[in-house]
């Protein structure tokens, strides 16, 4: 099993940026897939990006050429990096990791964008 736990999360003014990080631990094997999703209240979870142990990345269209999400494999850490932050990117921000064997979620850190 792995264990994931986020950072970084915060109340932020539109425009503004933010970095999420997720440090997994535990029993990690390539080939894996680490990746951020987000739920706003009364919504569903969704997909924001992912990335490969091998560095493909894929991003949901809402956040295409905002957020960056990226891995460093020394520090098995995960990170999100978050320019232009809009109202609607207000959620919790769940990290992610699948392997072969199991998948893991994190507890979740809260994003607030508002002025």
């Known amino acids: 099993q792995v264990q994931l736990v986020e950072s970084g999360g915060g109340l932020v003014q539109p425009g503004g940026s933010l970095r999420l990080s997720c440090v997994a631990s535990?029993?990690?094997?390539?080939?894996?897939?680490m990746a951020w999703f987000r739920q706003a209240p009364g919504k569903q979870r969704d997909l924001v990006a992912r990335?490969?142990?091998?560095?493909?990345?894929n991003y949901a269209d809402s956040v295409k050429g905002r957020f960056t999400i990226s891995i460093d494999n020394v520090k098995n850490t995960v990170y999100l990096t978050m320019d232009g932050l809009k109202p609607e990117d207000t959620a919790v921000y769940y990290c992610?990791?699948?392997?072969?064997?199991?998948?893991?979620w994190g507890q979740g850190t809260q994003v607030t964008v508002s002025s």
């Open positions: 990335i490969t142990s091998a560095g493909i990345t």
């Open positions: 535990g029993r990690i094997f390539r080939p894996y897939t």
């Open positions: 992610y990791h699948s392997n072969l064997n199991s998948d893991s």
